[in-house]
Nanobody, 124 residues
Framework: QVELVESGGGSVQAGGSLKLSCAAS????????MGWFRQAPGKEREGVAT???????SYADSVKGRFTISRDNAKNTLYLQMNTLKPEDTAMYYC??????????????????WGQGTQVTVST
């Protein structure tokens, strides 16, 4: 069991940056693959980035080169550095954990634990 709490969302102008954090409870954070997902109003939830227990990462094409996912196992924290933000990045961002140690896809069905989300709004 793991509990996840996101922070770091906010409003920013296009071209700006934000860094999201996800604090995880429990002493087994390092054994979970982690991911960031987002959902805009009227749209389905989509995968943004994942990182497995070995640090292998994957990204949605729409964020490659702009977003970076990372984890600090000593702090039980997941991060998402978002640069060169665009209005289409506006969404609720969710942190998620998977018991799959590797091979997780940008697919919410691979993840069983979710945070409550943090809102990111990018204006022109």
């Amino acid at each position: 069991q793991v509990e996840l709490v996101e922070s770091g969302g906010g409003s920013v102008q296009a071209g700006g940056s934000l860094k999201l954090s996800c604090a995880a409870s429990g002493r087994t954070f390092r054994s979970y693959s982690m991911g960031w997902f987002r959902q805009a109003p009227g749209k389905e939830r989509e995968g943004v980035a994942t990182i497995d227990i070995y640090g292998t990462t994957s990204y949605a094409d729409s964020v490659k080169g702009r977003f970076t996912i990372s984890r600090d196992n000593a702090k039980n924290t997941l991060y998402l550095q978002m640069n060169t933000l665009k209005p289409e990045d506006t969404a609720m961002y969710y942190c998620a954990a998977s018991t799959l140690r590797w091979g997780t896809r940008l697919d919410s069905r691979d993840f069983g634990y979710w945070g409550q989300g943090t809102q990111v709004t990018v204006s022109t």
